[in-house]
Antibody
Framework: QVQLVESGGGVVQTGGSLRLSCAAS????????MHWVRQAPGKGLEWVAV????????YYAASVKGRFIISRDNSKNTLYLQMDSLRVEDTAVYYC??????????WGQGTLVTVSS | DIQMTQSPSSLSASVGDRVTITCRAS??????LNWYQQKPGKAPKPLIY???SLQSGVPSRFSGSGSGTDFTLTISSLEPEDFATYYC?????????FGPGTKVDLK
C-alpha cells in the first residue's frame, strides 16, 4: 500500500536551517510529481512547493521562494525540503503528498517544524 | 497567483442535513478543483478531484460540481463522521493554492 512518511522536523532558531524528508513506498515513486503542504497551528492549509516526477521542474509559493528548495532522489524513493533562513511564521506541520490526476491523492502524517525567536 | 475563497467560513448542522460549501477562484480554473476533508490532528483526506470525480473509497453522499470560477461541495445527508474542516484547492496553475477552509460543526 502507498505510504508517505515525513521526518526531520524539530525546533530551530530564527535564521536557521532544517531539511525535511519524505520516504515513499508502495508505488513507483519516480512516476509521480510530489508536493509539500504546510499548516501553521490553528490555521488552514498552505501549499508550499512541487517537484516534477524526474526533478526537472520545481515551483514554490511566494512565501518560501528563495529560501526553500524541494528536491527528490528517485533512487532512494525520497522527497526532500531544504529550508533555510527560517522565520517564526514557518512554524507549521509539513505534509508531503503524491500528485495524481492534478490532485493530492496520498498524504503523509506530517512533521512539525517549530521556529523559535 | 490564483486566489481561492470559500463560503461560509463555518456552519453548524445536524446529522441528516444537506450541506453545501462554495468555493470561488479569482480566475477561470476550468475543472481543476479538488476538495479535501481534514479532522483535528490528522492529515487532509482527499474527497473529490477534477471538480466532480470522487476519490476512491469516498462515500457517494459527497458530490462536487462547477467549472470556471464557481464550485460547490455538497454532502447530501450529514453523517457524524463528516464533522470536519473542508478545503478546496485549485490545480490549474503550477502553484496549487488552497481556499481558507470551511468548518462544519454540530448544531
Amino acid at each position: 500500500q502507498v505510504q508517505l512518511v515525513e521526518s526531520g522536523g524539530g525546533v530551530v532558531q530564527t535564521g536557521g536551517s532544517l531539511r525535511l524528508s519524505c520516504a515513499a513506498s508502495g508505488f513507483t515513486f519516480s512516476s509521480y510529481a510530489m508536493h509539500w503542504v504546510r499548516q501553521a497551528p490553528g490555521k488552514g492549509l498552505e501549499w508550499v512547493a512541487v517537484v516534477s516526477y524526474d526533478g526537472s521542474d520545481e515551483y514554490y509559493a511566494a512565501s518560501v521562494k528563495g529560501r526553500f528548495i524541494i528536491s527528490r532522489d528517485n533512487s532512494k524513493n525520497t522527497l526532500y525540503l531544504q529550508m533555510d533562513s527560517l522565520r517564526v511564521e514557518d512554524t507549521a506541520v509539513y505534509y508531503c503528498s503524491r500528485e495524481a490526476g492534478r490532485s493530492g491523492d496520498y498524504w503523509g502524517q506530517g512533521t512539525l517544524v517549530t521556529v523559535s525567536s | 497567483d490564483i486566489q481561492m475563497t470559500q463560503s461560509p467560513s463555518s456552519l453548524s448542522a445536524s446529522v441528516g442535513d444537506r450541506v453545501t460549501i462554495t468555493c470561488r477562484a479569482s480566475q477561470s480554473i476550468r475543472s481543476y478543483l479538488n476538495w479535501y476533508q481534514q479532522k483535528p490532528g490528522k492529515a487532509p483526506k482527499p474527497l473529490i478531484y477534477a471538480a466532480s470525480s470522487l476519490q476512491s473509497g469516498v462515500p457517494s453522499r459527497f458530490s462536487g460540481s462547477g467549472s470556471g470560477t464557481d464550485f460547490t461541495l455538497t454532502i447530501s445527508s450529514l453523517e457524524p463522521e463528516d464533522f470536519a474542516t473542508y478545503y478546496c484547492q485549485q490545480s490549474y496553475s503550477a502553484l496549487f493554492t488552497f481556499g481558507p477552509g470551511t468548518k462544519v460543526d454540530l448544531k
